[in-house]
């Protein structure tokens, strides 16, 4: 389960202004799939190590929206808002995420959802405005820590989803210890 990250990518137009984050988890690409498209899932991995999650709305369907707020550990509330802009399961998802749904300052993210085997590797490609919104991202708000403790997060989650006899049917809190 190695994670990489770089601020580089094929797409050299975008370069200085991109985060690439990748993950092996050890699941199958439908489940992880699911467990980045549903709430009832969502709420109880998202986020960096410390940070919880409450919903306000969820439509996941193309045009629909997430509304939701971060609890960092600290005691800050971050509002936060994601726009789904395409989705293909169990292939890949394209969002738009920002503070709000008219966010200037939104960044775009694609995920990829690639089969390895019985693992499934996510890689997560995110697009800023400008480098200067990303470089504040990495140096202000740590997006590189924060999105691999958050793919980390996924893992551990989905594979105490695959231990419980139930499955899918179960949840486990965030930080639960397995």
Do not use: C
């Not at 994670?3 to 690439?20: F, K, L, M, Y």
Request: proline share 6%.
């Amino acid at each position: 389960m190695t994670t990489t990250s770089s601020g580089a990518g094929p797409d050299h137009t975008t370069a200085d202004r991109e985060i690439v984050i990748s993950r092996a988890i050890s699941a199958p690409r439908e489940l992880v799939f699911e467990a980045f498209t549903q709430v009832r899932h969502l709420t109880r991995w998202w986020g960096p190590d410390g940070f919880t999650t409450t919903t306000r709305s969820f439509e996941f369907r193309v045009g629909g929206a997430w509304d939701f707020v971060m609890h960092g550990p600290d005691g800050t509330d971050y509002q936060e808002w994601i726009t789904w802009r395409e989705i293909v399961p169990p292939e890949r998802i394209a969002l738009l995420h920002g503070e709000s749904r008219d966010d200037p300052n939104a960044f775009e993210s694609v995920l990829a959802f690639e089969p390895a085997g019985d693992d499934t590797r996510i890689v997560m490609r995110t697009v800023f405005p400008t480098k200067e919104l990303r470089d504040e991202a990495v140096e202000k708000y740590h997006a590189v820590e924060g999105g691999e403790q958050t793919l980390s997060n996924l893992a551990a989650y989905v594979a105490e989803l695959t231990r419980n006899d139930t499955g899918r049917n179960e949840t486990v809190p965030k930080g639960t210890d397995t």
